[in-house]
Nanobody
Framework: QVQLVESGGGLVQTGGSLRLACAGS????????MGWFRQAPGKEREFVAA????????DYANSVKGRFTISRDNAENTVYLQMKSLKFEDTAVYYC????????????????WGQGTQVTVSS
């Protein structure tokens, strides 16, 4: 069993930056893929970014490429999402998720989820 706890959300102006953190516990995450997803009000949850813990391979949604960076800290068992040049449309609850195996965009393939952290970008 993996427990995930997100932090780092908040209110930021358009063009600003935030860094989200997802701390994992219960298992060593070296065999896991970690994903960040988000859900805006009235919309479906969507893929944002993912990283394969062992290899460091990453992938991003087109909407965030060049602005967001996903990374992991082995010592802290933590995954980060550095968000820059934030836009109003980035406003959402951001969720961290984990699965054993390869990267995937599909949220239903991730069995472990954090509670979410709110990111609000003011225009």
């Amino acid at each position: 069993q993996v427990q995930l706890v997100e932090s780092g959300g908040g209110l930021v102006q358009t063009g600003g930056s935030l860094r989200l953190a997802c701390a994992g516990s219960g298992r060593t995450l070296s065999d896991y893929a970690m994903g960040w997803f988000r859900q805006a009000p009235g919309k479906e949850r969507e893929f944002v970014a993912a990283i394969r813990w062992g290899s460091g391979i990453t992938d991003y949604a087109n909407s965030v490429k060049g602005r967001f960076t996903i990374s992991r800290d082995n010592a802290e068992n933590t995954v980060y999402l550095q968000m820059k040049s934030l836009k109003f449309e980035d406003t959402a609850v951001y969720y961290c998720a984990a699965r054993v195996g390869s990267l995937t965009y599909s949220d239903y393939e991730y069995p472990y989820w954090g509670q979410g952290t709110q990111v609000t970008v003011s225009s």
